[in-house]
């Protein structure tokens, strides 16, 4: 089993920045790329990035692109999304995921607890 725990959540005024971290423990050999996830409220939960573990291959949501960095620290099996320029529409639970380079993307495999990302207007 892999377990992943986020964590960095919190409440920012609209255009500030936040990071948040998720540390892999576990079978971490058995996930190949890790991705971040959100659902807002009353919305279903929605793509936001994901990163290849191997190589460093990215891909961002249109919504992110620009203002979102996903990175990875694999000597810590620890993964990171800096978030820049944050907007109110950006408020939702977020969750840090793993699974297969192809599928991560779109049904990763592990799922963390989430934390709350609040943007104030």
């Known amino acids: 089993q892999v377990q992943l725990v986020e964590s960095g959540g919190g409440l920012v005024q609209a255009g500030g920045s936040l990071r948040l971290s998720c540390a892999a423990s576990?079978?971490?050999?058995?996930?190949?790329?890790m991705g971040w996830f959100r659902q807002a409220p009353r919305k279903e939960r929605e793509f936001v990035a994901v990163i290849r573990w191997s190589g460093g291959d990215t891909y961002y949501a249109d919504s992110v692109k620009g203002r979102f960095t996903i990175s990875r620290d694999n000597a810590r099996n620890t993964m990171y999304q800096q978030m820049n320029r944050l907007k109110p529409e950006d408020t939702a639970v977020y969750y840090c995921?793993?699974?297969?380079?192809?599928?991560?993307?779109?049904?990763?495999?592990?799922w963390g607890q989430g934390t709350q990302v609040t943007v104030s207007s």
């Open positions: 995921a793993a699974g297969g380079e192809a599928s991560c993307r779109y049904k990763p495999d592990y």
């Open positions: 576990g079978r971490s050999f058995r996930f190949s790329a």
